[in-house]
């Protein structure tokens, strides 16, 4: 291949690519600001600074923008709670793991953002939510898997491991989350302490007493 065509190439693909990152950036900032339904993708152009030739070139709708940022979303979150961590060590330890990357994703600005655009937007756009929902609820399923497994082997004693799940997570979120999406500073807790004291009440009422002989 030619060196100089060679290079041509990889020069188009990283203004293709920067151009890509624009446009999801501006997207963030004006659906936050205006709502999705309130911005055009001449707006999404001019905001992210491209020719509109350009933007329809990367992006045929802005509901193709909102899924490539559901996208970005979801691999947030797999980074921060990874598969497979859930069948190793003690319950406490691997609480711990989940509550510390619950709390860890509660800190990007961008998911607070985004998720206040989603609750903005999802009654007049009720697809919004629905597939905001598709990308959460995987992770919850990892959750509610894990404790019923648990209860399966004895150590924890969830009746209803749905309901269980969402309660460890409620109680992160109400601390953590909430303020945030109100527009408040998040309470004056340390980290260590809500972790430490959320798992220590869920096991209180979830962890199976042990028998005498054990």
């Given at each position: 291949m030619?060196t100089?065509?060679?290079s041509?190439?990889?020069g ?14 501006a ?7 205006r ?6 993708m ?10 509109r030739r ?6 045929e709708t802005?509901?193709e ?9 979801s691999?947030q979150l797999?980074?921060a ?10 319950v ?7 509550a ?17 655009m989603v609750?903005?937007?999802s ?8 597939e ?13 898997h894990?404790?019923?497994?648990l ?9 209803n491991?749905?309901?269980a799940?969402?309660q460890?997570?409620g ?7 909430w ?12 980290a ?14 979830y ?8």
């Amino acid at each position: 291949m030619d060196t100089h065509t060679g290079s041509t190439e990889a020069g188009a693909k990283a203004r293709q690519g920067g151009s890509r990152e624009a446009i999801i950036e501006a997207a963030g900032r004006l659906f936050l600001d205006r709502g999705f339904g309130s911005v055009s993708m001449d707006d999404l152009a001019k905001a992210s600074g491209v020719a509109r030739r350009t933007l329809y070139n990367q992006f045929e709708t802005k509901e193709e923008i909102f899924r490539e940022m559901l996208l970005r979303v979801s691999g947030q979150l797999e980074d921060a709670f990874p598969s497979g961590i859930e069948p190793d060590g003690d319950v406490e330890d691997v609480l711990c793991v989940i509550a510390r990357a619950i709390l860890e994703f509660h800190k990007k600005p961008e998911y607070c953002g985004f998720l206040r655009m989603v609750v903005a937007d999802s009654r007049q756009f009720p697809w919004i939510a629905e597939e905001f929902a598709a990308v959460m609820e995987p992770r919850t399923e990892r959750l509610v898997h894990y404790l019923a497994h648990l209860t399966a082997l004895e150590i924890l004693d969830c009746r209803n491991p749905v309901l269980a799940a969402h309660q460890f997570m409620g109680m992160l979120n109400e601390i953590s989350l909430w303020p945030w999406m109100i527009g408040r500073e998040g309470l004056p807790l340390a980290a260590d302490e809500v972790v430490d004291e959320t798992i220590r009440m869920f096991l209180q009422r979830y962890r199976r007493p042990q028998s005498k002989g054990n």
